[in-house]
């Protein structure tokens, strides 16, 4: 749903955390609000298992992907949007050189090819 919001075309989205409807001025923005942006935060970092011990020559990553799918769904793992999977150190666990394989669905792989090196591999 578009509108105008303080005389700016903007998108409606549903808050991931409360669920209320509020006007998205960034295509990024997923909650409507600073309270729920940190909640949202503080579990994705709980839901998050640390990463192994490195260094390591090939990752191979399988993020979470967040997918906007419409229905009930039940998924044993909490899903992460682009920005938190860039935010994950896998620098930290990469050898020099290494090489980073990572699963990709059709709809992320613009953003990962934008976003790339900011995983620091």
């Known amino acids: 749903m578009t509108g105008r919001h303080n005389g700016a075309y903007c998108d409606s989205a549903r808050c991931l955390v409360c669920g209320a409807r509020f006007p998205r ?4 923005r997923l909650t409507c609000s600073v309270a729920c ?17 490195g260094p390591y020559d090939l990752i191979y990553a399988d993020p979470p992907w967040q997918f906007d799918i419409t229905g009930e769904r ?12 860039c935010r994950l150190p896998v620098a930290r666990i990469a050898a020099p050189n290494s090489v980073l394989a990572m699963w990709v669905n059709g709809r992320q792989h613009k953003g990962i090819a934008q976003r790339r090196l900011s995983l620091g591999v």
Do not use: G, N
Request: avoid cysteine; charged fraction near 25%.
């Open 25 to 28: 001025l960034r295509s990024s």
């Open 74 to 85: 039940f998924l044993p793992y909490t899903e992460m949007d682009l920005a938190a999977i």
């Open 37 to 53: 942006r940190q909640k949202r935060s503080r579990a994705l970092r709980a839901a998050t298992p640390p990463l192994p011990d």
